[in-house]
């Protein structure tokens, strides 16, 4: 026979001035089983707490409904009182007459109605509930970073430093990203490379740091705390160990004219086999197979072979696949550029001296083509006047993408900045349409290329490029002094938007974690959860996530590795035990469970004789997964599957007190 | 209107405009308060702001010949509440005066022209005005010379008007004023 507890808050005059809590209090006592039914001002004062623990330990009390705010504010501080007297804190049922009735009703007599009728059904729901352990999962203290761009080298770094083994994964042959391809950094221009390499040195010397460049992640499986992954480790060609990275190789190989350089966005070209930017780490080279003539023309060539010293080249090497086992994975997969081909209007392709924001940064690296010299790629003259377009394919519903790239603005005016610095007398003209410099010390820095470096900013788009006696005319508006604007330039620059890596939408669905329809991984909370994504155990950092500038990402890839730290400073994962459950007597393994599953919560499960023969299969449910949503309760035809706490029969008991 | 940018002109534009102005053109927001508190913005062909950025821009024939630079009235409403301390009454100024020296006649606004003329000269001659001069001269100018007759008598009696003009002891240094800005 269940002995239930009633206790109604007042919470000062927030319930009790639109609910007449002495009347909820009265119906309480009436229904059977209640065996105490009180009112208090404030029941999550200590005495409140005092109040409730000397009711249950006085009348022996198997059940506590509280009516009084939302379970957000205080369940788990009554859960916390109830088992302080020997109670299962999922005994504790909150009937929220708050938010739920005070707040949002006016009229007093129809509010305590509803008051009395959601009291009435935890009542009920309270008499059947069971009791629920909370799920412990160990933990492998080993985290998985993917990427090795500024957010992921972050986050390895401070988890390593906390003392953590990290595996670094990266699919480029080194690590950088694209903080490495940039020239100087806005506001305070320091110089990208000079505050990245460090980092990258310190991530490849680090005793706690697993580094594997040029590999990518096959397979992912598990929950948090014990991820299965395999990693790729693609063919380098190059044996690691050996190489000193001396450049025989690519000094010998014969193919230097022929491929262009994806580190420098195909202004110059590269050799079969590389490395893509002096200052990689590590500093291997890799052998680019799909255009080496060793492999295109039958095994003839091997100069790289004949030139290296400690004889590390090896045309027979295989992809190789590496497992380990991760506690939690940090996914920081970075961003591209997008396209500019749907806009035909500007060019970009057919006039050479279009280029994209990326390729400016690269003609003004001092590691770029043309050695930090600006010089334009049609006929290698250094332009005078170059003209800056703006939210090229970001904010652009039709043709390109919603939302703003953040980053545009700051880099047009950086890119007007670096130009004046480095051509005196240059003009440069920034078709913009709204500037958006918001961060420390930015609307200064665009207020200075402006003010101070002589940059004509003019708000309208550009409508069309075309090239007139060797000059660019750029066809634009200014839209503040309402007039068509025409532009004869030597160069022109399109700001880029920036969208997700490429694969990083098929890498997500491995994971189990959810994404945007543009393919960014989204938080697991916008506002409150940004680091973490909507799998436990998996964290997000950097432009994976969406548009965000170096120091959000740095900060971003920090925020991962100190959750995870956080995590793993716990010797077991702790999960509410609200979790599903199957009734393999009645489990038909149709599986429709498994299907609707947002988390990769349910498996198969054989049920075996002792003679080791398969009797049955019928869905499992990981309790390293499950969230308790109860998404399979709805898909299982059998009835076979419940949330824990929130069973059938509790369901139907509370609809059933409301017909009486 | 379509405005090709003719880069050496503009440049030489905005230079003579800011070393007259003594500011910078690009210290502009555009945020248009200026022209928010404008009193004559209804009468103005372009807004304050507008003609920043066109005098920004080069747009040279655009800003002289706007009806803008005349209708301005000196109230500094403008360069009182701009943000960034830009001096919007100024740049008035400086188109009017380089419109001046190009001999650039308003066909909309000859009226004010005439009368800004007739008023610095006033100034240069006498150091402060001398209103009986000034209306005289006005008036042969523009030929309208019975219009606003009735007022001369109020002014006469609230001794508004006086027979004799008065010049100011150091004229020269009114005529230092004038050769700087030149």
């Known amino acids: ?660 | 209107m379509k405005t090709v940018l003719n880069e050496q002109n503009r440049r030489n534009f905005v230079a003579q405009v800011e070393s007259m102005l003594h500011d910078k053109l690009s210290k502009c927001y555009q945020c248009g308060k200026c022209s928010a508190g404008c009193p004559v913005n209804f009468e103005m062909d372009y807004t304050p702001n507008q003609i920043i950025k066109m005098t920004e821009l080069g747009m040279e024939d655009t800003v002289l010949n706007s009806k803008t630079i005349w209708l301005c009235v000196s109230c500094n409403t403008c360069s009182t509440r701009c943000p960034k301390g830009f001096e919007v009454t100024g740049i008035m100024d400086v188109l009017r005066e380089i419109a001046e020296r190009k001999g650039i006649t308003s066909k909309t606004e000859k009226e004010v022209q005439m009368f800004h003329e007739v008023f610095l000269d006033n100034v240069k001659s006498h150091g402060r005005i001398f209103e009986l001069e000034l209306v005289g001269k006005y008036k042969l100018k523009t030929k309208h010379l019975f219009r606003d007759m009735f007022l001369a008598p109020k002014m006469l009696e609230k001794g508004k008007l006086k027979m004799h003009g008065e010049t100011i002891s150091n004229l020269n240094q009114i005529a230092k004023i004038f050769k700087d800005f030149e």
């Open chain 1, 1 to 660: 026979m269940s002995r239930i507890g009633v206790f109604v808050c007042w919470c000062g005059s927030n319930i009790a001035s639109t609910v007449d809590v002495e009347k909820v209090r009265e119906e309480a006592a009436k229904i059977p089983g209640v065996v105490s039914a009180v009112d208090y001002k404030y029941m999550c004062s200590d005495p409140g707490q005092n109040s409730l623990r000397n009711v249950i330990k006085e009348k022996n009390l198997t059940g506590v409904v509280l009516a009084a705010c939302s379970p957000h504010m205080h369940e788990n501080t009554f859960r916390k009182a109830a088992v302080k007297e020997g109670l299962n804190p999922y005994f504790v049922e909150i009937a929220n007459i708050r938010e739920q009735v005070s707040w949002v009703h006016e009229d007093k007599e129809r509010a305590t109605a509803k008051a009395v009728d959601l009291m009435k059904m935890m009542v009920e729901k309270v008499k059947r509930d069971k009791p629920i352990e909370d799920v412990r999962v160990p933990l492998n203290k080993k985290a998985l970073v993917i990427g090795g761009g500024i957010s992921g080298i972050q986050a390895a770094l401070d988890i390593a430093n906390g003392g953590v083994e990290v595996i670094l994964v990266e699919k480029e042959p080194s690590i950088g990203g694209r903080m490495i391809q940039l020239d100087e950094t806005f506001p305070t221009l320091d110089c990208s490379s000079c505050i990245m390499t460090p980092k990258m040195v310190e991530v490849n010397q680090h005793p706690n740091i697993k580094l594997y460049t040029y590999s990518e992640i096959e397979d992912v499986s598990g929950y948090i705390g014990n991820f299965k992954v395999k990693i790729k480790k693609k063919a380098r060609s190059v044996v690691e160990k050996d190489c000193t990275g001396c450049g025989e190789c690519w000094n010998a190989c014969p193919m230097h004219k022929n491929v262009k350089s994806e580190f420098n966005i195909n202004l110059s070209e590269r050799t079969a086999i590389y490395v893509p930017f002096p200052q990689a780490v590590p500093l291997v080279p890799v052998l680019d197979r799909s255009v080496c003539l060793h492999f295109k023309k039958g095994g003839k060539c091997q100069k790289c072979f004949d030139a290296c010293g400690p004889k590390c080249i090896d045309f027979s090497m295989q992809d190789e696949i590496i497992e380990e086992t991760v506690g939690a994975i940090v996914a920081a997969t970075g961003y591209d550029l997008m396209e500019t081909s749907m806009y035909g209007e500007y060019g970009y392709g057919k006039y050479k001296d279009v280029v994209s924001g990326l390729q400016f940064e690269r003609l003004l690296s001092a590691s770029g083509p043309t050695e930090g010299v600006i010089k334009r790629p049609s006929d290698g003259k250094t332009p005078q006047t170059i003209v800056f377009v703006q939210c090229v394919g970001s904010r652009d519903p039709e043709k390109g993408v919603p939302y703003c790239s953040k980053v545009c603005c700051m880099y047009t005016a950086k890119h007007a900045k670096l130009f004046a610095h480095k051509v005196h007398g240059s003009q440069s003209y920034v078709f913009y349409i709204d500037i958006r410099a918001t961060s420390k010390g930015y609307e200064e820095f665009v207020r200075g290329t402006m003010e101070q470096d002589g940059a004509v900013y003019l708000r309208g788009r550009v409508s069309k490029i075309y090239e007139d006696n060797g000059k660019l005319i750029v066809k634009g508006a200014d839209t503040l002094s309402g007039n068509q604007v025409e532009i004869a330039a030597d160069m022109v620059v399109l700001a880029t938007g920036v969208i997700p890596k490429k694969g990083s939408d098929k890498l997500a669905q491995m994971l189990g974690i959810s994404y945007d329809k543009y393919g960014f991984l989204t938080e697991s909370h916008p506002k409150l959860r940004p680091a973490e994504s909507s799998t436990a155990g998996i964290f997000l950092a950097g432009m994976a996530q969406g548009p965000r500038d170096i120091p959000e990402s740095v900060v971003s890839g920090s925020a991962a590795a100190s959750k995870i730290l956080g995590l793993f400073s716990k010797s077991e994962y702790e999960v509410e035990g609200t979790i599903s459950s199957v009734n393999e007597a009645t489990c038909v393994a149709c599986f429709y469970c498994q299907r609707v599953c947002a988390y990769n919560a349910i498996s198969r499960k054989e049920i075996k004789d002792r003679n080791g023969n398969v009797v049955k299969v019928v869905a499992n449910v990981n309790p390293g997964l499950c969230t308790g949503c109860g998404a399979c309760v709805n898909a299982c035809f059998s009835k076979s599957i419940d949330v824990k706490g929130f069973m059938d029969d509790q369901i139907y008991a509370e609809i059933k007190s409301l017909a009486v």
